[in-house]
């Protein structure tokens, strides 16, 4: 009898502890959430609860995503699939097929992604998961994006529209207006592309999603940037990059940096356009994120080049070379191939 309340009283402090460390994941405090999380692993462990050993290390592997330990991420997120196949628990394995393939994009093995992404989609209709499926939809997309697949990725992310829209989830719907955009964007529809930022960004803000707001405003100077205004775009970027470093969204600061290094060397400012490459080299660095660091190598070799020299611009291009081969970006692969072949 002891031993049953003392079980009852070990699943009722795990049940509190999770819906604490959810409140903090929801708030982005995502030490906190890990510290939570952690520990709920350790009381799962000491009842012998495998279901909710399996359910805690899914949250530990969400947390080391956040933080762009991608790894770590790696191997909790198998470590957690191992106990859910183990479990036969379907809405577990289709839940973290989708964040094994959101690890594998961030890693830019976008091929591997695909493949866990495709694996957990058919599972999510199977269950009925419209929110699961929907956002495991959302980064397929994203993906197509990627690869410089704009068409391809509009049509799908039209399909999740219609979807968040029934589903009532407005950052969801915000966050797919963002994704519309930006093909829109790629494809030089600029006049679309504002428009559905200009409609992600009202929802953003009635829902005080402060990442949100700065990825859309963000996505908004890019715009400008295209359409020949860099001034305005510098106005917004500026203003993003604030609000970035101030909800510690270092992912986030490293785009923002990386395009105001591309929109001062569009207005001829070398020296601060180098300055904040430089920047935003050194986070995408900490953060594991090649594909963001080949671009930034990219932009940086492309200045040096335009300033006639050549072995500074050859420099950064043979560091963006060590890392393509670490992602699956065969359109990448050839740029650089090319401006190096230019030089």
């Known amino acids: 009898m002891t031993h049953l309340l003392n079980q009852v009283n070990h699943i009722q402090e795990w049940e509190k502890r999770r819906n604490q460390a959810n409140c903090c994941y929801k708030q982005g405090q995502i030490s906190e959430f890990l510290t939570l999380s952690t520990e709920n692993l350790h009381l799962a462990r000491t009842i ?45 394995i289709a839940t973290i097929l989708s964040n094994l393939g959101s690890t594998l994009s961030r890693q830019g093995q976008f091929a591997g992604a695909l493949d866990y992404y495709h694996q957990a989609l058919p599972l999510f209709r199977q269950l009925e998961d419209a929110q699961g499926e929907v956002s495991t939809l959302n980064d397929v997309a994203l993906i197509y994006s ?66 949100l707001e700065a990825t859309t405003l963000n996505n908004i100077a890019s715009v400008y940037s295209d359409l020949g205004q860099p001034k305005q775009a510098l106005l917004l970027y500026h203003q993003v990059l604030l609000t970035r470093r101030q909800i510690n969204d270092r992912s986030g600061e490293a785009t923002t940096l990386n395009n105001l290094g591309y929109t001062y060397s569009n207005l001829g400012d070398t020296k601060e356009a180098l300055e904040f490459y430089k920047q935003a080299i050194c986070i995408y660095q900490e953060l594991g994120d090649h594909l963001g660091e080949i671009t930034t190598w990219l932009n940086m070799g492309c200045i040096y080049s335009v300033t006639d020299e050549k072995w500074l611009a050859l420099s950064c291009y043979w560091n963006g070379q060590k890392l393509v081969d670490k992602i699956q970006h065969q359109p990448l692969k050839n740029k650089l191939q090319q401006l190096i072949k230019s030089l």
């Open 146 to 211: 990627k690869l410089g697949e704009p068409k391809r990725s509009l049509l799908l992310q039209h399909q999740i529209l219609a979807m968040r829209r029934q589903l009532g989830d407005f950052s969801g719907e915000a966050t797919t207006l963002n994704g519309i955009g930006f093909a829109y964007n790629t494809l030089g529809k600029f006049e679309q592309a504002l428009e559905f930022f200009g409609e992600a960004l009202k929802i953003a803000r009635a829902v005080k999603n402060l990442a």
């Open 48 to 92: 012998g609860d495998r279901n909710r050993e399996g359910h805690t290390l899914n949250d530990i592997g969400l947390a080391y995503l956040s933080n762009w330990q991608l790894d770590e991420a790696l191997s909790t997120f198998h470590a957690a699939f191992r106990i859910a196949t183990e479990l036969d628990n379907k809405r577990s």
